[in-house]
């Protein structure tokens, strides 16, 4: 179960309205308590990714590095990575899939005309194979 | 002694640590000195073969080691190892078709729903389908509309022009708004507007021998709204390469066809014309016109050929041209069929990539910008001549519904096929300056008229297009 407090939703939600149609992405700050995971704050990241972005997104490490040392600076955890798939549903695809790593949460979020959708987080396997969905608590206004 | 940062979700196997110390005097050692004292962490970081996995990357302080020494990279005591993930994906490849429809969708199909040769299986058919339209004009205009409406999945356009005034007769997707903008974003927008659930790729190039196979491969066929038969040719040859049904549908004037090739078993485009016409032989609709109800009425048959084939039900064009007589409202039908020794679609070809079809189609590859050529004479000296009140005869070449659009009040109107018969009423005597809309036909008119003994014939450059652009700008252009 990964839970999502406001602010950090807000963040995040912001983030890929105002890409659109372009994907975004970035990364969740919180605290896991066995199989629960708490996000408090999270950070956007630049879409790396050298080509069209409608569909593709790219976070360089430098930039994960980054957002971990401020993860530990505030006495967080980094515990997740967040992208939009503009105009599209909210399912892991096959690129997200083999492109993601086993590692953390992968919360997507379907914008729709610029409109923020719907959104579901997975937790692929250890082999990339498979993602597995979890569940995903945002809060609804 | 070297610091290694341990991530949040490995911590579990590094006993609960996020950050270790370690010994050792290289990237290699350290990392083996880190797996060693954590077994469980080796399997998160190396693969079976005892490399970093392909997503694992490792920073010594801020540097990547791959772009130090990798793992003899050589780490000092007050140095700091990050593992860091590689972390990309997007919604583009290979998406794992739907399987249902939102309440929302439900909503907008149900006049599609509630019919059973569609139905929700049908439209979940339509919402999996990928769709490629070549050309946002003419063809495109209603193509785009009416697929987006009907829910094709995803609609990729090729178009590399502009909207000009002059397409909004006919292209019914853009607006006098959008005169200017490049028809691909046009196009998306009117197409959004109608059905946000659409994904529009657009591709802002000329379709090519170069990149048409890499295009077309992402889709489940193409319709073919293209003006031209260098473009023709190569989406044919392309659709039957890739094995993808080419929806065909092409205008000219009152008339149109349409029909299905490059369909399994089915003929393509070279079995019924094998060799394009000599270039120059079939005006395009630029230079013979168009109705401009008839691209509507061509372009939505092909979008009904397109939603028949993905939904798998009807009798699809395949085999048959539609011809259509729009003065005559009459539509007539021919068998067409697969030509044994089709260079293309033969069961052994002799045309296996694609081509050059510029050249195929007879066409020089850089069109030279015609030379001002000896005894031509530009608009603004014929402006100066008429000013001056020289006497020579103003020759316009055009047909009279041309004439009748704009005209140079003094000249005298004979159009370029009369101009055998009455070559009797002009004066060899008086110079004569012959005018057309651009200068091809008045180029004729006078070596023509140089032919039947005329000494004194010039050609207005540019025809009355130029006179527009160069003398009056009153002058309308069409």
Request: aromatic share 8%.
């Amino acid at each position: 179960m990964i839970k999502i407090e406001p602010g950090a939703w807000q963040i995040m939600v912001d983030h890929a309205q105002s890409t659109f149609p372009d994907e975004c992405c970035g990364v969740m700050l919180g605290t896991t308590e066995g199989d629960a995971k708490h996000v408090t704050t999270a950070i956007a990241v630049e879409n790396a990714y050298k080509g069209k972005q409608e569909d593709r997104y790219e976070i360089r490490p430098e930039d994960l590095l980054a957002a971990d040392k401020d993860a530990r600076a505030q006495a967080l955890d980094l515990i997740g990575i967040f992208h939009s798939h503009p105009d599209c549903d909210a399912y892991f695809s096959k690129t997200d899939l083999e492109n993601s790593c086993p590692w953390y949460s992968f919360v997507v979020l379907s914008v729709k005309g610029g409109k923020f959708d719907h959104a579901n987080s997975f937790r692929p396997n250890a082999d990339q194979t498979i993602a597995e969905k979890e569940e995903l608590i945002w809060p609804k206004s | 002694m070297a610091k290694v940062l341990i991530p949040t979700p490995l911590r579990q196997f590094a006993g609960k640590q996020d950050s270790v110390e370690l010994e050792g005097s290289t990237v290699g050692e350290v990392l083996s000195a880190l797996t060693t004292q954590f077994p469980d962490l080796k399997k998160q970081i190396f693969n079976d073969e005892g490399k970093l996995r392909s997503f694992v990357n490792v920073y010594l302080n801020d540097e990547d080691i791959r772009y130090l020494k990798k793992n003899e990279t050589v780490v000092a005591a007050a140095d700091t190892l990050s593992i860091v993930p590689s972390i990309a994906g997007g919604s583009t490849v290979a998406e794992p078709p739907v399987t249902t429809l939102s309440k929302d969708e439900i909503l907008r199909y149900s006049r599609h729903l509630i019919m059973p040769e569609v139905g929700m299986d049908g439209q979940i058919k339509l919402k999996n389908a990928k769709v490629l339209l070549v050309g946002a004009g003419g063809l495109g205009a209603p193509l785009g509309l009416y697929l987006a409406a009907a829910g094709v999945g995803r609609i990729g356009i090729v178009d590399f022009d502009v909207v000009d005034f002059t397409n909004l007769q006919r292209q019914v997707i853009h607006g006098t708004k959008d005169v200017g903008r490049k028809k691909l974003d046009s196009a998306h927008d009117r197409m959004k507007d109608i059905n946000p659930n659409v994904h529009i790729d657009r591709y802002d190039v000329a379709l090519s021998s170069e990149n048409a196979l890499e295009i077309i491969s992402s889709y489940d066929m193409v319709v073919d709204g293209t003006d031209n038969f260098p473009t023709r040719y190569l989406v044919n040859d392309a659709c039957v390469i890739l094995k993808k049904p080419n929806v065909y549908g092409s205008i000219f004037r009152f008339e149109g066809q349409a029909t299905v090739f490059a369909y399994p078993g089915g003929p393509c485009y070279r079995c019924l014309y094998p060799e394009p016409p000599p270039p120059g032989l079939v005006p395009s609709c630029a230079e013979g016109g168009v109705l401009g109800i008839l691209p509507g009425i061509i372009g939505l048959i092909q979008a009904t050929e397109a939603v028949k084939l993905i939904l798998g039900v009807g009798e699809s064009l395949v085999g048959r041209l539609m011809l259509y007589d729009a003065l005559a409202m009459k539509f007539r039908e021919l068998k067409l069929r697969r030509n044994p020794e089709c260079p293309v679609c033969d069961d052994h070809p002799t045309v296996t990539k694609l081509i050059d079809y510029q050249q195929f189609c007879g066409i020089p590859q850089h069109a030279p910008e015609p030379e001002f050529v000896e005894g031509d004479i530009m608009p603004a000296e014929v402006k100066a001549k008429l000013d001056r009140g020289d006497k020579f005869l103003l020759l316009d070449v055009r047909e009279p519904h041309e004439y009748q659009i704009c005209n140079i009040p003094s000249a005298k109107l004979i159009p370029l096929g009369d101009l055998p018969k009455r070559v009797n009423e002009l004066d060899s005597s008086t110079e004569i300056i012959a005018h057309c809309k651009s200068g091809m036909r008045s180029a004729k008119a006078v070596d023509f008229l140089k032919q039947s003994g005329f000494k004194k014939v010039r050609n207005m450059k540019g025809g009355i297009l130029a006179w527009s652009d160069q003398v009056d700008p009153s002058v309308p252009k069409y």
